[in-house]
């Protein structure tokens, strides 16, 4: 089966540090990655798609990813984090037509 | 901007009860889909619909069932519910391509005594 796996659940940062979150994906012949941020008590949104072309994709809120095919990782970084960055974010590959998500890591921004 | 919404968002069940929740989408979007949040273990698909009409299983699809009677709507029901169905439920739906963006509803939890 297809799957995604986020290497830390929980990952405790200081405000203005920078920070990485891994996701490694099974391997395939294609695979389209994404990354998803819940905020507390909502759903969850995209922050940025790895479709083809360049490795090095740029999301929203300054957070960009780099898909390594050797390495099958997908991971998400961010030079300078903010208070307001605190969430869960999901890593999720592709499974003809559906998502499959990762299990989450947990970003804690400290002031 | 509705988007994806979820109703209701919270509910308490008695073991054994059944219940519905509904999905409603306003983007004209032909995909839609259920998923299970818990702690630990990400998200879960339960079911999912290419289309009006059209229903399949996900991964853990057990105790569950759907309806897509109308394009923008998604039901799920729990015809006898268990404590094991407690958890935050989400609906998403999607234009159908497997390169493209879900959107989320904001989650119904529910509790099963």
């Known amino acids: 089966a297809q799957s995604v796996t986020q290497l830390d659940s929980q990952v405790p940062v200081f405000e203005e540090a920078p920070v990485e979150l891994r996701c490694n994906y099974s391997?395939?012949?294609?695979?389209?990655l994404f990354w998803y941020v819940q905020y507390p008590n909502q759903g969850l949104q995209l922050l940025l798609k790895?479709?083809?072309?360049?490795?090095l994709v740029k999301g929203i809120n300054g957070f960009e990813a780099e898909f390594n095919k050797s390495q099958t990782s997908f991971h998400l970084r961010k030079p300078s984090v903010h208070i307001s960055d605190t969430a869960e974010y999901f890593c999720?590959?592709?499974?003809?037509?559906?998502?499959?998500f990762g299990e989450g890591t947990q970003l804690t921004v400290n002031p | 901007n509705a988007g994806v919404t979820q109703t209701p968002k919270f509910r308490v069940l008695k073991t054994g009860q059944s219940m519905t929740l509904l999905c409603a989408q306003d983007m004209n979007h032909e995909y839609m889909y259920w998923y299970r949040q818990d702690p630990g273990m990400g998200l879960r698909l339960i079911h999912y619909s290419v289309g009006e009409g059209t229903t399949a299983k996900g991964e853990v699809p057990d105790g569950y069932n759907v309806s897509r009677l109308k394009k923008q709507n998604f039901l799920l029901g729990l015809e006898s519910a268990a404590p094991s169905q407690t958890s935050v439920y989400f609906c998403?739906?999607?234009?159908?391509?497997?390169?493209?963006?879900?959107?989320f509803g904001e989650g119904s939890r529910l509790t099963v005594l």
């Open positions: 999720a590959r592709t499974s003809g037509s559906r998502l499959t």
């Open positions: 790895y479709l083809s072309g360049s490795t």
């Open positions: 998403a739906s999607s234009q159908g391509s497997n390169t493209g963006e879900l959107f």
């Open positions: 391997s395939s012949v294609s695979v389209y």
